[in-house]
């Protein structure tokens, strides 16, 4: 359990990657604090966790409303295929457009990115401070 006894805020934690990073979080022993507008799935998933044995927490936050979010954090997720982006990627045509774009030939997934949030989360990015951690399928790199 490599984030016990830290406390992690995962906004936008009701679905797709926010859930994803809030779950495994948990599983890695962080005490979950999960953030979303979306109250049914937010404490649907706070069940989950607490049913598991895991601390979590819901809280609904907007974090378009800046005073609602003072000390949470937002993640974008760009070329990945979750909830959010259900808008840009509704149609066929769209969402292989943007698959040609990316190096790696796909969409990214909500486990494409738990380990580096676990990782950045932990001590073991001690000395990691101020980087930019792309997880993009190479996107940014060409």
């Known amino acids: 359990m490599r984030l016990l006894g830290k406390v992690a805020v995962v906004t936008g ?3 797709g990657l926010g859930r994803a990073i ?4 948990a599983h890695e022993g962080a005490s979950v ?5 979306n109250v049914t799935e937010g404490e649907e998933l706070v069940r989950d966790l607490s049913e598991h044995g895991h601390n979590a927490m819901f809280v609904e936050a907007d974090v378009a ?5 003072q000390n949470l954090f ?6 990945m295929d979750t909830p959010m982006n259900h808008s840009v990627l509704s149609d066929q045509e769209s969402r ?8 790696m030939g796909r969409l990214g997934k909500p486990d494409d ?3 580096l949030a676990v990782f950045l989360a932990s001590d073991e990015s001690a000395y990691c401070t101020g980087g930019l951690y792309m997880c993009d399928g190479g996107l940014t790199a060409v």
Not at 33 to 37: L, R
Request: glycine share 6%.
């Open 74 to 79: 937002a993640a974008v997720p760009g070329t």
């Open 33 to 37: 604090i999960a953030a979303d507008t």
């Open 22 to 25: 809030a779950t495994r979080f």
């Open 96 to 103: 292989d457009e943007l698959r040609r774009a990316v190096p």
């Open 13 to 15: 934690a009701a679905v």
């Open 65 to 69: 409303k800046n005073d609602a979010v």
């Open 113 to 115: 990115v738990e380990g």
